[in-house]
């Protein structure tokens, strides 16, 4: 796909996903269930998005993503679900240029973005939400969604509508300072504001986090509403069941390695990942 084009109007998307080869999973002696690299290479062909053995970490001699592989195809939503500390965030951080990658390679489109800056990401139609901060808690809704468009900023009016056709909350209360919104809408002005700059992929850290039921429920809606209006979505997320249901695919992250990958509905049915990584996420909770 070219990313120079930023149309992403009728296009359609291949959601077609790797079956996973039960054969591929080594038992590790850490109680991981790695996945042999042979999956991955063979799904990642041809991905929108993909990082390749990714070395990162925060301090140095500590790495945090020991050989970490990730793809997400054009148009898919993308799931990461793990324990607490697995590294997810970091794996989203290190594709998103905010965290130097030691070793490996990001691609995005064919291209080669490997610790490219945020704002050059950004640029090509990269989208990021962080896990918290993620509005300008001074600033009205409106204001929020303009430092969305700061790089074009004529085009504010176009997304805006489109933003709003989304959020239409969002659009009522334009006037409103963010830090008086709650979590939830909080969480809506993040991805509203990722979404000023049309991006082709939005990486999302926990969007549910800290909302109750009911403003969950509304988060993984719009999720779901984003990507079916044609942007491929990877979504870390803590309330893995929920992710996973609806996710095209998803990751199991445990100690900075890959565990699994499958379609999302499949590792909910899966034993394996039902007794390492569900029921702990779930006991939890
Ligand atoms: N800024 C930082 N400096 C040093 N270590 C960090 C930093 N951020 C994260 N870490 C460490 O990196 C590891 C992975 O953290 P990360 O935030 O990626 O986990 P996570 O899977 O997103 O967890 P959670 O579900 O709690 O958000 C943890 O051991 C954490 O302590
Ligand atoms: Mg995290």
């Known amino acids: 796909m070219d ?5 992403t109007g009728g296009q359609t998307f291949d959601l077609t996903v790797a079956a996973v080869d039960e054969e591929a999973l080594v038992d ?19 991905a929108l998005l993909r ?3 990714i070395v990162a970490g925060y301090v140095p001699g500590v790495d945090i993503l020991n050989s970490t592989d990730f793809y997400a195809n054009e148009g898919e939503l993308v799931g990461i679900i793990g324990p ?8 989203v951080k290190a594709i998103f240029g905010l965290l130097k990658v030691r070793s490996g390679t990001v691609t995005l489109a064919g291209k080669n973005i490997t610790n490219t800056e945020p704002h050059r990401l950004v640029a ?11 509005v300008f808690q001074r600033l009205t809704i409106e204001e929020n969604l303009e430092m969305g468009t700061f790089l074009r900023p004529e085009r504010f009016r176009q997304r805006f509508e ?3 056709e989304l959020f239409p909350t969002l659009a009522q209360r334009r006037r409103q300072r963010a830090g008086s919104l709650s979590g939830g809408e909080r969480q809506m002005v993040g991805m509203a504001r990722a979404l000023m700059m049309e991006p082709h992929v939005l990486l999302l850290d926990e969007p549910s986090a800290g909302l109750s039921p009911m403003l969950q429920d509304e988060v993984f809606f719009q999720t779901k509403q984003v990507n079916a209006a044609g942007v491929t979505v990877v979504m870390v997320e803590q309330n893995a069941r929920r992710c996973l249901q609806i996710c095209d695919r998803g990751y199991v992250l445990d100690q900075g ?5 499958a379609p999302g509905t499949q590792l909910i049915e899966d034993p ?3 007794e390492l990584y569900l029921g702990t996420l779930a006991r939890a909770r």
């Not at 990313?3 to 149309?7: F, R, V």
């Not at 607490?84 to 794996?91: F, I, P, Q």
Request: glycine share 12%.
């Open 84 to 91: 607490n500390g697995a590294g997810k965030s970091t794996l």
């Open 162 to 164: 489109f933003v709003a």
């Open 3 to 7: 990313l120079s084009d930023e149309s």
């Open 51 to 53: 990082a390749d053995e």
């Open 28 to 46: 590790d002696t850490a109680g991981v269930v790695a996945v042999d690299r042979s999956v991955h290479l063979a799904g990642a062909e041809g």
């Open 272 to 274: 394996k990942v039902v």
């Open 124 to 134: 090509r139609g990269l989208g990021y939400v962080p896990q918290t901060n993620n």
């Open 257 to 261: 390695r890959n565990a699994y990958t």
